[in-house]
């Protein structure tokens, strides 16, 4: 395995748990080849093993600070102790996220396990493409699953010379929908078709925490994709409209409220630009409005436009609640940080000539970690309000 030398100044950093190494950071390295294996030592000290790409200003990503072999059994082992320390925690649910790359010390990997027995990998690195086989090798033995399915289409896989989308069966038989529990609620996920890995598992605390301001109200989800927090507000309000952009998303979502049992006739389903429905819509229409959208920002160029889109449509939902109704406010954009979110809802209040209180607060759940040594990992901010009048 080839060697690559660091600055003394971020040796602690690394030995901390920091997994990324910047191409300012190394002081000498041998000729490694893109993607493969290398030991990182500052000065004669070893401070752990990484995989290397010279093409991108993340040199390295760490993968241990053991001198261990990274085989077929570092995988087992490492995926086998997420595997027990999430399912430990994640009650009444059959779907989980394994692997949260950085954060989970496997960096360039997403893991998503869907009813035991359904995994979809998304792989973010040329150096975990490499590893490829060696993971799903893992997985298997792990889960014995009926699939593995992996799923891409990132831009930064293209930094890595790897092409930009990637969608394969790696192991079994193709399984395009599939149905999950979540918090005693069922759910199909379709992961072929689907966004991201076919299901935002991120949202699974959030989803349950707005059940008990939805009792006997008339309920607006806007961006509701395939009827996540519809599904939850639909077991005790007196209706739900479910609003997203994609007919598929929308039909999906009537799929969902059938398999609950929820009678589709007494809730709406509506394919249509949330911007443009905010707009039309009649002022106290709705008790409670969650607004759950994609994420505006890609990277940091789009920042100053994705905060204008923040405002823009929570701003019109306090317009269009009556007094004392709940907003229910949620931001997956990781440049926006929890500070800029606040000032987003405070702006919005502002505008909309009104108060609103936090009645609650989370952000992504336990299978979603961030380490704090790697706070880029923390990226999803919700926020649970009520308007109130100026007093």
């Not at 041998?30 to 500052?42: A, K, M, R, W």
């Not at 359904?118 to 009926?146: R, S």
Request: net charge positive; with cysteine; aromatic share 10%.
């Amino acid at each position: 395995m080839k060697k690559i030398y660091l600055k003394k100044s971020v040796e602690k950093n690394i030995k901390s748990g920091q997994p990324w190494i910047f191409s300012g950071a190394i002081l000498s390295e041998e000729d490694i080849e893109n993607g493969d294996l290398c030991s990182i030592f500052c000065d004669k000290n070893f401070l752990g093993i990484g995989y290397y790409n010279k093409n991108s200003d993340i040199r390295v990503r760490m993968l241990s600070r053991l001198d261990v072999k990274i085989d077929i059994n570092f995988f087992i082992n490492r995926l086998t102790v997420l595997k027990t320390e999430k399912e430990r925690y994640i009650p009444n649910c059959n779907s989980y996220r394994l692997v949260y790359g950085e954060s989970d010390n496997i960096p360039g990997l997403i893991v998503d396990i869907y009813n035991l027995k359904y995994i979809v990998i998304q792989v973010h690195t040329l150096g975990i493409e490499k590893l490829k086989k060696l993971i799903v090798n893992a997985l298997v033995m792990i889960y014995n699953p009926e699939m593995i399915y992996e799923k891409c289409d990132i831009a930064i896989r293209e930094k890595e010379n790897l092409p930009k989308e990637s969608r394969e069966v790696l192991y079994g038989k193709l399984y395009k929908e599939v149905e999950i529990i979540e918090n005693g609620y069922k759910f199909s996920v379709n992961i072929v078709e689907g966004q991201k890995t076919g299901f935002f598992l991120d949202q699974r605390v959030n989803r349950n925490s707005i059940v008990k301001y939805c009792e006997d109200k008339t309920v607006l989800n806007c961006f509701s994709y395939t009827g996540g927090f519809s599904v939850y507000a639909a077991s005790v309000a007196k209706s739900v409209t479910s609003v997203d952009i994609s007919k598929k998303a929308i039909e999906n979502a009537a799929l969902n409220f059938k398999i609950n049992g929820f009678d589709t006739k007494k809730h709406g389903f509506i394919a249509k630009d949330v911007f443009d429905y905010l707009k039309e819509m009649q002022h106290g229409q709705f008790d409670l409005i969650i607004l759950d959208p994609p994420s505006f920002a890609k990277n940091q160029k789009h920042l100053k436009n994705a905060i204008k889109a923040y405002i823009t449509i929570n701003s019109k939902a306090l317009e269009k609640l009556p007094d004392y109704g709940i907003l229910v406010s949620s931001s997956c954009t990781s440049h926006v940080d929890q500070t800029t979110f606040i000032k987003i809802l405070n702006q919005s209040a502002v505008n909309a000539a009104c108060q609103l209180k936090v009645l609650e607060s989370n952000e992504q759940p336990l299978d979603h970690p961030y380490n704090l040594a790697f706070p880029e990992g923390r990226y999803l901010k919700f926020f649970i309000l009520q308007k109130y009048p100026i007093l």
